[in-house]
């Protein structure tokens, strides 16, 4: 089935260790997004990437990172963990086409940090 | 600064009965107009969708109007189920950019 895949599903993770999200889609979209979820705050923009090689900032992007090496793979790394980042993190792709494209998500990662 | 407002957190409606969800966003630039919704631990999942080129879009028991005037945009879900219990996400873009998205709404319908 074509999709969007996320792993871990969940992750407890200690403080100040380094982790990375995997997330790759198979509808060859080029662009790719990881979002946050947290309650009461909805779904808040990491990073993105519209096509393979190139990335952007969203709202909330310090302390993490992410690379874009090819159009199926959107890795999100975060070099050292905090308690703040404790968040379930989805990752989203969309076909750039004017701008009238759904945009889809995968399952999620439930990440927690201690 | 919110550029997509979502003000009400919770919504509570019977069965069978009009479910109307509103979405408020401030960027006049905006040109597609989108409504996810989400399950506990699953992924949001895309419900509907609307162009600024239009005012209403219609898919099966879900409805989107787009009141570009007043910046407002509503779902309507009729009739509403139990299964329609989530959370609704009210997202926009411009063009190419990332969407954004509200806070979202938790929807209970009751049975």
């Known amino acids: 089935i074509a999709g969007i895949t996320q792993a871990p599903t969940s992750q407890i993770l200690a403080a100040g260790r380094r982790m990375t999200l995997r997330c790759t889609q198979d509808m060859r979209h080029n662009a790719m997004y990881w979002y946050r979820q947290d309650l009461g705050l909805g779904l808040r923009l990491i990073h993105y990437?519209?096509?393979?090689?190139?990335?952007g900032k969203g709202e909330v992007p310090d302390g993490y990172s992410v690379s874009r090496a090819n159009t199926d793979d959107f890795p999100l790394t975060l070099a050292s963990a905090v308690p703040s980042q404790t968040s379930v993190y989805f990752c989203a792709s969309r076909r750039l086409a004017g701008g009238t494209d759904t945009q889809y998500f995968g399952p999620g990662t439930r990440l927690t940090v201690l | 600064d919110q550029q997509v407002k979502q003000n009400s957190p919770s919504l509570s409606v019977q069965e069978g009965r009009i479910s109307i969800l509103n979405c408020d966003y401030t960027n006049s630039m905006f040109d597609y107009f989108l409504w996810y919704k989400k399950y506990p631990a699953e992924g949001p999942t895309f419900l509907i969708s609307?162009?600024?080129?239009?005012d209403k879009n219609e898919d099966g028991r879900f409805t989107v109007f787009l009141n570009k005037s007043a910046k407002h945009l509503s779902l309507h879900i009729v009739p509403s189920q139990p299964g329609d219990s989530a959370v609704y996400f009210c997202?926009?873009?411009?063009?190419?950019?990332?969407?954004?998205f509200g806070k979202g709404t938790r929807l209970s319908v009751i049975a």
């Open positions: 990437s519209n096509t393979a090689g190139t990335t």
């Open positions: 997202a926009a873009s411009e063009g190419n950019t990332p969407l954004v």
């Open positions: 609307i162009s600024s080129i239009k």
